[in-house]
């Protein structure tokens, strides 16, 4: 079956360390893949996407990279600040026709302690 | 700034009341979405609309309907509420270019007593 997955556990860390979230999917070959952030009770707010040529891309002290050969993308936020501390959301198209869905991950719950 | 505002934040609604969810886009997006959120089961698409007045059906779109006539404003229609349908509803719009990133609005939390 089609999964895209995010790790449930929330990710505490240290202010100033650099934060790593995974998501992983299977069954799907898209085309990119995207990440969203989330506050509690507001709307996703979107980051960085990243497209199945690119290993790499960066957004200031954000850096996303995409396997597509372990179907693995991975988020990485630097010099992380109690700021930053949201949930965090990876999505892809599942549909090879490109029709602008998304399927989400559950997300990623990040707390940056002081 | 693309702005999608929700009609309402909060909503209580009792068993069986017709529901209506508007979502106001102004950025001039073809495609709309409605999603809803419960904890532990992400975001899930309920339904998504690419022009006006055409729908397609996403992964649970049992027991709502949706409603595009003008191209800025998609509902979403819960003919008889349940209490299986408390969640965060989230309205959602991107344009219709290829690997478009999607603007969400704030979304109606709607409790079904």
């Known amino acids: 079956s089609q999964k895209i997955e995010q790790n449930s556990e929330a990710l505490n860390i240290q202010e100033g360390k650099t934060a790593t979230l995974t998501c992983n999917y299977t069954n799907y070959s898209p085309a990119y893949l995207q990440w969203y952030r989330q506050d509690p009770g507001r709307g996703p707010v979107f980051l960085l996407l990243?497209?199945?040529?690119?290993k790499e891309k960066r957004k200031e002290r954000l850096k996303v990279t995409f396997d597509t050969t372990l179907k693995q993308s991975l988020f990485h936020i630097t010099a992380s600040q109690p700021a930053d501390s949201a949930t965090y959301l990876c999505a892809l198209d599942p549909s090879s026709s490109n029709t602008g869905k998304l399927i989400f991950g559950q997300g990623t719950t990040l707390q940056v302690k002081p | 700034d693309v702005k999608v505002t929700q009609s309402s934040r909060y909503l209580v609604k009792r068993t069986g009341e017709k529901v209506f969810l508007e979502c106001v886009q102004d950025m001039d997006h073809e495609n709309m979405f409605w999603y809803r959120q419960d904890p532990g089961l992400g975001l899930r698409l309920i339904y998504f609309?690419?022009?006006?007045?055409?729908?397609e059906k996403g992964d649970i779109p049992e027991g709502y309907s949706v409603s595009r006539e003008k191209k800025e404003r998609f509902s979403l229609i819960l003919e008889s509420a349940s209490t299986n349908q408390t969640s965060m509803y989230l309205c959602?719009?991107?344009?219709?270019?290829?690997?478009?990133?999607?603007?969400f609005g704030p979304g109606t939390r709607l409790l079904v007593l």
């Open positions: 990243i497209r199945e040529n690119e």
């Open positions: 959602a719009s991107s344009s219709g270019s290829i690997q478009e990133t999607q603007y």
């Open positions: 609309s690419y022009d006006v007045k055409m729908k």
